[in-house]
């Protein structure tokens, strides 16, 4: 479960400022999915991407947000002229390719903390 | 829409004390099941999961839940709670054969007092 590494681990920026996320996936998987955790809220899906895909992006908000997972390198969260309401913790997760059906099991990196001042 | 509710925001218990942790969900299809738990400052651990079969199914730690097609539920066990339990514990669905969205309950913080 470690396999998943995400960094930083802790972001601290002014608001205004950009935010990058990065992820990289348990060898092996091509599937990554971020999820955010807002203060004393459960995990909130935001997108799932494949290698140079966006699948399903129903829970990213509309404005500032983005993501990609490209051929090579991590998956990167962008969050763009960030505000207050972006703090929060973003987490990672990955699974492995398709063989014998997607299960829904997912592995989950340590998460991103952003701070946003 | 899916949906996984938990009942319980926060619960506290003694050392030895039995836990049941509600949990809810909402969906038209056969869904995969799952308990993750989230340790103090850690990511995310897979506590076990249901996906076919019997429905009282076992994992890490001595935890254990029970798939109620019925009730739509999947409540989590433990016997008898250790300090070392103190962590949040989140309920997640998803489509059998899509991982394409594991939705998530809120979370239950558990406190275990020595």
């Known amino acids: 479960n470690a396999g998943v590494m995400q960094n930083p681990r802790h972001l601290v920026r002014r608001r205004g400022q950009e935010a990058r996320l990065r992820c990289s996936p348990m060898?092996?998987?091509?599937?990554v999915y971020w999820y955010r955790q807002l203060p004393e809220e459960g995990l909130k899906f935001m997108v799932y991407l494949q290698k140079e895909n966006i699948i399903d992006e129903s829970g990213m908000p509309k404005e500032r947000f983005s993501a990609e997972f490209p051929k090579e390198g991590p998956s990167i969260l962008r969050i763009q002229q960030v505000v207050r309401g972006d703090s929060a913790a973003y987490f990672c997760?990955?699974?492995?390719?398709?063989?014998?059906?997607?299960?829904?099991?997912?592995?989950f990196g340590e998460g991103s903390r952003l701070t946003v001042l | 829409a899916q949906s996984v509710s938990q009942h319980n925001h926060h619960v506290i218990l003694s050392e030895a004390a039995s836990l049941e942790l509600g949990c809810n969900y909402s969906?038209?299809?056969?869904?995969?099941l799952f308990w993750y738990v989230q340790y103090p400052g850690q990511h995310l651990q897979l506590l076990l999961k249901y996906f076919s079969g019997d429905p009282l199914v076992k994992g890490i730690k001595g935890f254990e839940a029970e798939f109620i097609k019925s009730k739509f539920s999947f409540n989590l066990r433990k016997p008898s709670v250790q300090w070392s339990d103190t962590a949040e514990y989140f309920c997640?669905?998803?489509?059998?054969?899509?991982?394409?969205?594991?939705?998530f309950g809120s979370g239950t913080q558990l406190t275990v007092l020595p």
């Open positions: 997640a669905a998803a489509p059998s054969g899509s991982a394409r969205q594991l939705t």
């Open positions: 997760a990955s699974s492995p390719n398709g063989a014998g059906g997607h299960t829904g099991e997912l592995f």
């Open positions: 969906y038209g299809g056969t869904v995969n």
């Open positions: 060898k092996g998987h091509s599937h």
